[in-house]
């Protein structure tokens, strides 16, 4: 009995099918994570992608008027909203400043619309780079919270942050009526 089961041990241990099984079964839940992985990592980067893309569209929209209504800045920010198709835009959040300059370069908050996020702390201390006379700047911040579909448990929900600027095309400053 004894000599039977080595016989069959070592044929057993000889066979390339089986080994080849259980590299195979060792192996695939490591490739299966690394995809997946993968997966999500590039829809992290899309959704940043997008977030830079919606706060350039809003920005864009807001400085291509002197005076801006409730309605045009509601539109800018719908506008916001579908840059970021088709991903879930439940947790996009904005800030818009419109920012003056006087004639000594000193900046003032025109007017500000937030949406779904805190308003940003130190709007004016952002622009210092862009003072300038007599001049103005939209300065238009994006918040978006992106959840992985297969890591979130391991890192849980991304906050993606982008920050765009620009400057009126028809007046220094956007004014809100």
């Known amino acids: 009995m004894m000599l039977q089961m080595k016989r069959i041990l070592s044929e057993w241990m000889k066979e390339k099918e089986g080994v080849a099984a259980i590299e195979a079964a060792m192996i695939f839940p490591i490739m299966l994570m690394m995809f997946l992985g993968v997966f999500d990592a590039g829809n992290a980067i899309l ?9 350039q569209v809003v920005a864009d929209l807001i400085t291509r008027k002197s005076v801006v209504s409730a309605t045009d800045v509601t539109e800018a920010i719908s506008a916001g909203r579908l840059a970021l198709e088709p991903l879930d835009s439940s947790s996009f959040g904005i800030d818009i400043v419109s920012i003056r300059f006087d004639e000594d370069a000193n900046s003032s908050i025109e ?3 937030t949406v779904n996020m805190g308003s940003l702390p130190d709007a004016l201390g952002a622009v210092e780079a862009l003072e300038d006379e007599d001049e103005g700047v939209v300065m238009v911040s ?10 979130s448990f391991i890192s849980g929900p991304l906050t993606m942050n982008e920050v765009a ?3 009126g095309r028809r007046t220094p400053v956007i004014t809100h009526e």
């Open 165 to 167: 600027f620009s400057r």
């Open 47 to 55: 959704a940043n992608q997008k977030t830079v893309r919606a706060s």
């Open 142 to 151: 994006v918040k978006y919270v992106y959840t992985p579909l297969f890591s």
């Open 111 to 113: 007017w500000r619309e």
